[in-house]
């Protein structure tokens, strides 16, 4: 093969190439800690509303889950399928592209949020079910022998204790959800694995730029699983 | 007081009561006894509908508890209910075990039903242990505190299932004391024991269950000294 120089030309050319990237590669963090740390902000407020959503939806399909109505547990168990049962890779692409335009026009921010919501719902929803069903069946018991209606039972009774033992998996899907949300990077959403998208694009500097945007979805998720930990205390207490 | 009619229950294909019929007065102490798997504690859950029985009638003051429309959670208030395992709410003080449901349920304000509940706790003898969780009591103590936490629905009729079936023995004695002073105060009580020196001693009369059915009852000297049905000689001889 001609490259046109020769091998000894080659040879120091690359040696130098290669010095220069190492140097250079290392600038692309230094140059983009900006956009890293507003990449970082994007995920963790993702990952916050989506969970927010989650909760909420979770929660609800829990209980309907559990309801004695057919149609209602019915639409829970498929929802909790569905959206477990399927990657949700897939589920962001078919709502940003097929079922959200359908209904009104989102930002891909918005749409991963609602696709991540959708998707953690589900997940929170065994988490809050198995909760549910860990408290003794005694304590249902005891709660309807004073009179208290299923709802009031519920409040005062499960749900408390319900939600001490929820805990430990609830910050795990946190985790999970901080982590997946790299997938909306798919529907350029600008959140960290998008910024490390672009600037790979750029510079090509793979091992510095996804080395970075390792340590900083680690930071965020070292961060989540301190704060379960003290969590855990204080509830212990 | 309490009318029980053609009572029967099954669980699936399991019958597990088989037609119970029986009156039970005001201020009557009642003590069901009989083997394990005799329908007792069933037929004790089926008064306050913690069971749905499929047949049969349970009226309370002519009330219909069994009836579909029933308020049952009004009813409930009325029929306070001490389990075997106690049940203690284990996320709330004594005192809250004891305020939730007048407070929750009656909207009494909580002053008033903190009051209520020092009385209660201290007429159990818990009275210095108001502040404390259920995690830290024995288990004696806290049947004491489930006891409290009945009454302080200013119940008409007190149902006890196996209260002490669950305790070390030296803590068997402390809730019988409890169980007794309620009684000579009037209570109405349903007690589903294996502890016959209460039965005979406290109760008025004795029921004695057996597969389902309410073989044989009488006033303690009847069952105990002069059984008629071959099962309760049978189940006597062998507890007795």
């Not at chain 1, 997938?183 to 080395?211: F, N, P």
């Not at chain 1, 390792?214 to 969590?231: H, P």
Request: aromatic fraction near 8%; hydrophobic fraction near 45%.
């Amino acid at each position: 093969m001609d490259f046109g120089f020769t091998n000894t030309e080659w040879f120091f050319g690359t040696m130098i190439m290669d010095k220069l990237n190492e140097i250079y590669g290392f600038q692309v963090v230094v140059n983009n800690l900006g956009n890293f740390t507003m990449g970082a902000v994007l995920t963790l407020e993702i990952t916050l509303f989506s969970l927010f959503i989650g909760m909420i939806i979770g929660m609800i399909a829990a209980l309907g889950r559990m309801s004695k109505v057919k149609i209602i547990s019915f639409i829970s168990v498929t929802y909790i399928d569905f959206f477990r049962g399927t990657p949700l890779f897939v589920q962001i692409l078919l709502l940003y592209f097929g079922v959200i335009p359908l209904i009104f026009d989102a930002t891909p921010v918005q749409a991963a949020i609602i696709a991540c919501g959708l998707n953690s719902g589900a997940y929170v929803a065994e988490i809050v079910r198995a909760g549910i069903q860990a408290v003794d069946k005694g304590q249902m018991e005891a709660a309807r022998s004073l009179g208290m209606t299923p709802t009031q039972s519920m409040r005062f009774i499960i749900l408390p204790q319900a939600f001490k033992i929820v805990v430990p998996p609830l910050i795990n899907e946190f985790v999970m959800l901080l982590k997946d949300t790299s997938l909306v990077s798919a529907i350029s959403a600008h959140e960290l694995t998008h910024t490390g998208k672009m600037l790979y694009a750029s510079t090509y500097q793979a091992v510095w730029v996804w080395g970075a945007v390792c340590v900083f979805y680690f930071i965020m998720t070292k961060a989540i699983s301190m704060l379960g930990d003290w969590t855990e205390r204080r509830l212990a207490n | 007081m309490i009318v029980v009619k053609n009572l029967h229950k099954s669980f699936d294909k399991l019958e597990v009561l088989k037609g119970i019929d029986c009156h039970i007065h005001q201020k009557e102490v009642v003590c069901v006894i009989g083997p394990s798997g005799s329908g007792k504690s069933t037929f004790l859950r089926c008064i306050n509908r913690l069971e749905e029985a499929q047949q049969g009638q349970i009226l309370i003051d002519g009330e219909e508890v069994t009836a579909p429309n029933a308020d049952i959670n009004r009813i409930r208030q009325e029929m306070g209910m001490v389990f075997q395992l106690f049940n203690l709410f284990p996320h709330k003080t004594t005192l809250q075990n004891v305020t939730l449901a007048p407070i929750q349920i009656k909207k009494m304000n909580r002053e008033e039903a903190e009051d209520i509940a020092i009385g209660l706790l201290r007429k159990v003898g818990l009275g210095d242990k108001d502040n404390v969780y259920p995690s830290q009591l024995s288990g004696g103590q806290k049947q004491r505190v489930a006891i409290a936490r009945a009454l302080a629905m200013h119940p008409k009729v007190m149902l006890f299932d196996e209260p002490t079936s669950s305790l070390d023995p030296e803590m068997v004695g402390e809730v019988l004391e409890v169980m007794k002073d309620l009684a000579l105060e009037g209570m109405t009580m349903i007690v589903v024991t294996h502890e016959m020196g209460f039965a005979r001693e406290v109760g008025h009369r004795v029921f004695f269950m057996d597969e389902g059915i309410l073989m044989e009852q009488g006033t303690p000297t009847q069952i105990f000294d002069n059984p008629q049905n071959p099962r309760t000689q049978a189940f006597l001889s062998k507890v007795l």
